[in-house]
């Protein structure tokens, strides 16, 4: 309406200055006409006085015609002009206003519409910065959520994540003081597990039971947002909730509990507390926790609307189920932990007790077979008859071959030279017998180890691994020789079996589940990374396979130039 | 009629050690003067009895009948050392030999052996079970052949893409490690060393590495610029 007033007055102004300028100049000009028109009046009187009045009637005839015409034309121009005018004043702002809605719609939130004057058009453009404002506002806000949800989505510590998840809710609710409380693992008692602007001893003594009646234990108990402000509490069984906060009623007929402060907002009530403001922290319905927010009257002015808590619980949502990730990764990763435990005392008690088992059927058993050889060789040569003498030769021959099959089960078992004379020799022997079992051409390359002994455990899991490896290559490989390098460099020992067999999709068969298949290639890689090693494999069908396999030991006896000393040369 | 032989008996089973007795005491040139249970009395044994051949066991508890062997063969050059052993394996016997024992019988054969392995070494001579004196010669003729293969040489028709992709594999990367440092896919990686290994006639990965070393291509890692500090 302003602004139609103001249109009007303006044209009105407009019209109303030309037209009395157009007076003016009609004034004149009518003035001079008339001096002119008098002088040959008279002249006319003075020359005809036959038919003087209607020389006359005729003149002023004509006189008054051209006044009309000349009015009527100098109004039209006036107006025409006042339009022009007026259209350019409007249109001009209209313009700088279409200015800066193309600028807020192409991302610039800082552009403002300049207001002046008081008509409709001001109006429109202080509504429009307004618009603006909330619109920054509301896209902070967002972008901070978009940051909390970033980082505490990427962690999966949980302390991390509850600590960086309070400062950022700090910062978008613009308010001084922060906790997070959840259950204890009894589910009696409430902790504050991440504080901010807290005093120490509210933050430190903050452990309580949960039947205690405050907001937070209500809100743990029913999982609804609570506000307590200015003395009252106020509950929203859902975000969206409507409702004045100073409401005494309860909202959609939940009772509002007639409770006080959780104990930690109570140590902030010297400070003029203004509002203390919990959300649950849930996943899947489940509340975890309780996250508080309080604002001072010192230092937070601000006031806390429903809008806020709505933020809040949605943040509330987000870090419930960051906590539920990062429990169930903590599980994942304990379970883990311990199944490596359970691996790795599962292999070295059947390398112990397999250990036990051939030194007992070497030593005992051994022993006594050999004694058993002697006696009956002698026994043989004692007794005269060729019968009984025949009978003695063949379990002298039996005791003999028994002492064999036990030396082999004992081998099998686990060769003795693997503790005795090492790793070297042990793999040595082994693939002597595996090339004449399999017929297969072994290629064996050690570089580095003459005379060195490795720990125990990594000779073992690489006598292990080796021996897998070829298993592999016998069984499935279809290949004509292999090579078995195994080199001590620097820091490490690196093992590699490689065949000329026919390879093998190596997606295909690891990424499926372990099964029979494949089984063999997850306990070596088993075996390598419970002594911290890695294992490569490496297959192309028609190509191959390469199993490399890399565990760190202690640096070697400095010497690590000398690796070539072990070729061909 | 000449002396006995004089034995010292090595061994921690007291079975054995009576068997031994016994089987030995029927050989009309020797004697055993003595008995030890391990190494260290087996050392301090034979410096006191100055024996003609020791019969030794291996593996005594801790196996120290290998240390037992070399420092009676240090101290007491006259006396022989017949290793008594259950060990049918080549790298007991590659021990055994460099220790300086001169004889290798196995427990099962300990009846019909042993008397003929402890006069043999007496006299001087080596005796070793007979089924290990083709492991060795094959061993032997084994090593030749493969000495052998690399007097031709086609090292300079590589490229030096080939070069690269030689001295790598020689030092155990993965395909794929290869690939990443020389900004080469896997597949390439693969095909460049096929085509090596074909122009230099090598075989396996183990051949790879020997041409390597000979030519001393790993110690160019330090040259290396892509392999940093």
Known sequence: ?569 | MMDKIRLLVVDDHPVVRAGLHTLLATQPDMEVVGEAVDGASAVERALELQPDVVVMDLTMGEMDGLAATREIVARLPETKVVVLTMHANEEYLRQALQAGATGYVLKEAVDTEIAVAIRVVQRGEVFLYPSFTRVLLADLVQDGETDDRFQQDGYERLSDREKDVLRLVALGDTNREIAERLFLSVRTVETYRARLMEKLNLKSRGELVRYALRRGLRHDEVKDPLAGG
Not at chain 1, 345 to 371: P, V
């Open chain 1, 1 to 569: 309406m302003k602004t139609r007033a103001y249109y009007h007055s303006l044209r009105f102004k407009i019209t109303m200055g030309l037209l009395l300028a157009v007076i003016a100049v009609l004034a004149i000009s009518s003035y001079l006409r008339y001096v002119s028109f008098r002088d040959l009046l008279t002249e006319s009187l003075e020359h005809s006085v036959d038919s003087p009045g209607e020389a006359i009637e005729a003149q002023l005839a004509a006189y008054v015609r051209g006044r009309v015409i000349l009015s009527v034309i100098s109004i039209v121009v006036i107006l025409l002009m006042s339009d022009v005018l007026m259209g350019r004043v409007v249109v001009g702002r209209l313009r700088q206003f279409l200015g800066v809605v193309k600028r807020v719609g192409d991302g610039d939130l800082d552009a403002k519409v300049v207001t002046e004057g008081e008509d409709e058009i001001a109006e429109l453009a202080e509504a429009f910065n307004r618009m603006t404002d909330e619109l920054q506002r509301q896209t902070r806000k967002l972008s901070t959520l978009n940051t909390l949800a970033t980082t505490i989505g990427q962690s999966l510590d949980l302390s991390e994540i509850l600590n960086t998840a309070l400062d950022e809710v700090l910062e978008l609710m613009d308010v001084g003081a922060g906790w997070i409380n959840v259950q204890d693992e009894h589910g009696e008692k409430m902790r504050i597990v991440a504080s901010r602007g807290l005093p120490e001893e509210a933050a430190m003594a903050h452990s309580y039971c949960l039947w205690n009646e405050d907001i937070c234990t209500d809100v743990l108990q029913s999982g609804r947002s609570q506000v307590f402000r200015n003395g009252e509490d106020h509950s929203f069984d859902k975000p969206n909730a409507v409702g004045p906060l100073n409401a005494v009623e309860p909202l959609n007929g939940v009772e509002p509990l007639s409770t006080g402060l959780c104990p930690a907002a109570g140590y902030l009530q010297e400070d003029g507390l203004i509002f203390h403001a919990c959300v649950p922290l849930k996943s899947k319905d489940v509340v975890l926790g309780v996250m508080s927010v309080a604002g001072v009257a010192a230092s937070d002015p601000w006031m806390f609307t429903e809008d806020s808590l709505d933020t809040l619980t949605a943040i509330g949502r987000q870090i419930g189920i960051a906590i539920e990730n990062a429990s169930l990764y903590e599980e994942l990763r304990q379970k883990e932990v311990l199944r490596r435990q359970l691996l790795e005392r599962e292999i070295t008690l059947r390398e112990q007790e397999r250990k036990r088992i051939a030194r007992d059927l070497h030593d005992q058993t051994g022993q006594r077979l050999t004694s058993m050889i002697m006696t009956l060789s002698l026994l043989e040569e004692a007794v005269p008859a060729p019968e009984v003498q025949a009978r003695v030769r063949d379990l002298r021959d039996t005791a003999a071959q028994v002492l064999k099959e036990v030396r082999d089960l004992a081998l099998h078992l686990r060769p003795s030279l693997l503790d005795d004379l090492g790793l070297l020799a042990a793999l040595r022997h082994y693939l002597k017998r595996y090339q004449n079992r399999y017929r297969l051409i072994v290629d064996f390359q050690p570089l580095g180890l003459d005379g060195k002994r490795l720990p125990p455990d990594v000779e073992t899991a690489l006598f292990r691994i080796t021996q897998q490896a070829l298993t592999n290559v016998a069984r499935h490989a279809e290949a004509h020789s292999v090579t078995v390098l195994l080199e001590h460099r620097g820091t490490s020992v690196q093992l590699i079996v490689e065949d000329n067999g026919k390879g093998f999709d190596l997606a295909q068969v690891m990424d499926s589940r372990p099964h029979e298949g494949n089984l063999g290639l997850y306990c070596m890689r088993e075996r390598a990374s419970l002594i911290g090693g890695t294992l490569t494999i490496e297959s192309t069908p028609g190509r191959g396979t390469a199993v490399f396999v890399r565990i760190p030991v202690e640096g070697g006896k400095g010497d690590d130039g000398q690796d070539s000393s072990a070729g061909g040369g």
